[in-house]
């Protein structure tokens, strides 16, 4: 069975706005299903109240907040009372980082990576910083960009507290094997591990209890949502933190929120479930059927068929970048290994990043250029931050024709 593309894209209404133009900046951000966009205009067009009171607008609201709570809960198998959904990954970190931060003391190490997202790297060096405690650095290889198992196996001891790494690198685009980091930290140590998923979620819904993660994090609004962050912490380790929520909400489940929920962005958060749901349905038919909810099973199904196709738009880029001298591809120049999303980042050698994004932009093709708050890895990379990289982003609704646009745009851009 093949991804069905062409229903794939009349998911998306915003992708024949302008059919002729390829949109491969999704890693900052992927166009919203149909099915989010559905409810966000119900919920502000007849619900837009206080949810949770008596009559109908009201009791309505609460409904669609619960039935998105809920039906993350499952599609991730967590608990709903393990689940904060807040701004974005930046402010969820930011305030985990506040709760664990207690904590933490002068003889307590925590494990950063120079590979992450800034959101997943500064907020704990910071706090470790103001407590005191002892940072280690898991650092990448310099050549690809890549993190080695054995190298972390040297850096866990029982001093270790918390350990921070990306499920999958915004530049690098290698995911890393959580499941296998998580069993050796806990296997060498008593430390909890977070797990920051925002460039791995848009191309993989994980189990998360499969995983053994102590903490997970990714952004919906680079999954086809609305501008939130879903963030899951243990409830165990969660009852031993302190609360970051006003004190009368303690016992509400809003442990990590230290605001108000937005509440039309929250109840639009179902849509994006909805529309793994219909891909679902379109694809396999009455198998493990269950209209509305997204059980782990069924996210194990599509990623089957999104991965193949994905890997598919990928390969003849990755193998354009890595046989051209005129650049330098970051990370692996294959997908063989079944852990490459296409998450494309290059450094132009003959010419400045900005340059060579500025006319593949100027070719109708939507890429980008910069650090992609991942500066800490270009600078460790020897590449100049401030200019940084061209970064092409693929997910599953891009089509193996827009490949071959990008393709031109970037021969052209880079050779002449």
Known sequence: MKLDIEFVRKQFNQLHDNPEFVFCSNAGGSYVANQVNTLMNHYNSHTRVQPYERYAPSSQAGEAMDRAIEGWAEALNISANELTIGPSTSMNTYVMAQAIGVDLGATDEIIVTNQDHEANSGVWRRKAEEKGAKIREWKVDLEN???????????????????????????????????????????????????????????????????????????????YGPHQGLMYLNREIASNLTPQCHYFNIGDGKLFNPAGPQHAQVAACAGVLDYFDALHQHHFKDTLRAPQRMAPQKMTQLHSLISAHETELAAPILDFLGNNDKVRLLGKNHTRDNDRVPTIAFQPLKQSARAVSTKIQDMGIGCESGHFYAHRLLTDLGINADDGVVRVSLVHYNSTEEVEKILMALERAINH
């Open 145 to 223: 960009g890549l993190l080695n198992l054995q190298q972390l196996d040297s850096l866990v001891n029982e001093n270790t507290k918390w350990v921070f790494f990306a499920h999958c690198s915004n530049i690098v685009g290698t995911s890393n094997p959580a499941s296998e980091i998580t069993r050796r930290v806990k296997q060498n140590s008593n430390a909890k591990v977070f797990v920051d998923a925002v460039a791995h979620a848009p191309h993989h819904i994980c189990d998360l209890k499969a995983l053994g993660v102590d903490g997970y994090a990714f952004s919906l609004y680079k999954v």
